[in-house]
């Protein structure tokens, strides 16, 4: 039986983390489950699951959940929690999927605990690839991505050598402005961003599918995750999100990975890897799906991924600027502070203005990510930002 801690089991990927372990109860069993502010949620998953703990990042929430079930299951709160329930010596596998930059620290405690790492907390590669890298090497940690591109991308390389591979091919849907005119842009609402054509997902990330920061986040999360040159990472926009992503090898041949899109596949794959285990969610026909189509990505309407280009050449903290800025930019947007086009604006000032560390510690990647957050906050506050109307 593989014990399990999911970090954010009351998210999107959390939640169907425990369809998966419901699916396959003689394999898997939810040890620790940890949620920030979801309790009601949280409750129903102890009644069911049955954890020996849980944490709850809000202490008012972790009072709360105290008085109403603290009688079952133990109700930890905070971040050294967080840290513990990943590092538990009984626990097998790590389920990281946390959203933002909140999913780094108990990752690394995954990683220094020398777990299996389900990554989905992209975030974590993005600001601190180089660093998980070499602690994943030093503690003999095995981080197998959650992402469905980059599922697709390692499910291709089973089998194949690294000095094979010629480029990483990602595919993009192209979100739900993909046909959009650049002058509408400004009118976009949140209600419209959050309407993925594909993919039902939280909602951090779901407008970083719109502006294609995802993409452009993903694209580091590669670079790092397969010890790959940016220059050797491509995107294509792929509307129907069949084909996951791709492999070009050195000899010209194309390995590439197709399904539903469904995360349970990618979810399971990191955790039953090198196996497979059957499931009985939906399966691909190709015949129904009729046509497969592709496009090179708009930089233009959409910035956001040139800057993670960009960020990622930088190097250094740059890449730590460019998610802590996409992170209050998108929180603003999402509260209606600012327009759509305006994510990407603030993203580029931040960069432009931020001083860049090299070769940075953790200690430098979390004042980068405070002091980038505080300058945002700033350019907020300030009359260059004006509201929607
Ligand atoms: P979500 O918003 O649905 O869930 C986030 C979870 O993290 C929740 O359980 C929440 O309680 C917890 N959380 C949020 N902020 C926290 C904080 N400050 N401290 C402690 N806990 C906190 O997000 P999601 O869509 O499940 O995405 C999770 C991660 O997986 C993200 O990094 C995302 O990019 C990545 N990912 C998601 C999908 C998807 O289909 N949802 C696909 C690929 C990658
Ligand atoms: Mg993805």
Same mark, same amino acid.
Do not use: W
């Given at each position: 039986?593989?014990?399990?801690?999911?970090?954010?089991?009351?998210?999107?990927?959390?939640?169907? +983390?425990?369809? *998966?372990?419901?699916?396959?109860?003689? &394999?898997? #069993? !939810?040890?620790?489950?940890?949620?920030?502010?979801?309790? =009601?949620?949280?409750?129903?998953q102890v009644a069911e699951f049955a954890p020996d703990g849980v944490v709850v990042s809000d202490p008012e929430q972790a009072a709360e959940a105290r008085r109403r079930f603290g009688d079952r299951v133990e109700v930890l709160e905070g971040d050294e929690a967080?840290?513990?329930?990943?590092?538990?010596?009984?626990?097998?596998?790590?389920?990281?999927?946390?959203?933002?930059?909140?999913?780094?620290?108990?990752?690394?405690?995954?990683?220094?605990?020398?777990?299996?790492?389900?990554?989905?907390?992209?975030? +974590?590669?993005? *600001?601190?690839?180089?660093?998980?890298? &070499?602690? #994943? !090497?030093?503690?003999?940690?095995?981080?197998?991505?959650? =992402?469905?591109?980059?599922?697709?991308?390692?499910?291709?390389?089973?089998?194949e050598e690294p000095s094979s591979i010629g480029r990483l091919v990602l595919t993009a849907s192209g979100g739900p402005f993909r046909e959009l005119p650049a002058e509408s842009f400004g009118a976009i609402t949140a209600i419209e961003a959050l309407r993925h054509p594909n993919w039902s997902m939280g909602p951090k990330i779901t407008i970083d599918s719109a502006t294609l920061m995802n993409k452009g986040l993903e694209v580091i999360e590669a670079r790092w995750l397969f010890d790959i040159g940016a220059e050797r990472v491509d995107v294509v926009v792929h509307p129907q999100s069949i084909i996951h992503s791709m492999v070009e090898f050195v000899d010209g041949s194309v390995k590439a990975q197709l399904g539903l899109p469904d995360m349970r596949l990618p979810i399971q794959y990191a955790m039953a890897y090198p196996e497979r285990i059957a499931a009985s969610y939906g399966r691909l026909d190709l015949a129904s799906v009729g046509t497969l189509s592709f496009f090179e990505p708009d930089t233009e309407r959409f910035p956001a991924l040139r800057l993670a280009y960009a960020a990622l050449e930088r190097g250094g903290t740059a890449p730590s600027v460019l998610n802590a800025a996409n992170e209050i930019a998108?929180?603003?947007?999402?509260?209606?502070?600012?327009?759509?086009?305006?994510?990407?604006?603030?993203?580029?000032?931040?960069?432009?203005?931020a001083?860049?560390?090299?070769?940075?510690?953790?200690?430098?990647?979390?004042?980068?990510?405070?002091?980038?957050?505080?300058?945002?906050?700033?350019?907020?506050?300030?009359?260059?930002f004006t509201p929607p109307s």
């Open positions: 039986m593989q014990q399990i801690t999911i970090l954010g089991s009351t998210g999107s990927i959390g939640v169907q +983390t425990l369809d *998966v372990i419901r699916s396959n109860p003689d &394999r898997y #069993r !939810a040890a620790y489950l940890t949620s920030n502010v979801n309790i =009601d949620r949280l409750e129903r967080l840290a513990s329930v990943a590092a538990d010596p009984a626990v097998d596998i790590v389920m990281s999927a946390l959203v933002g930059f909140a999913g780094l620290q108990p990752t690394i405690a995954a990683v220094r605990a020398g777990k299996r790492v389900a990554l989905a907390n992209k975030e +974590t590669m993005v *600001v601190a690839g180089e660093l998980i890298n &070499r602690l #994943r !090497a030093e503690h003999g940690a095995t981080i197998i991505p959650v =992402d469905s591109e980059h599922s697709a991308i390692f499910q291709c390389l089973v089998g998108v929180a603003a947007f999402l509260a209606e502070e600012i327009a759509f086009p305006q994510i990407s604006a603030l993203i580029e000032r931040a960069l432009s203005e001083s860049i560390a090299e070769d940075p510690s953790l200690v430098n990647i979390l004042e980068a990510d405070k002091r980038t957050r505080e300058a945002v906050r700033s350019y907020l506050g300030s009359r260059s």
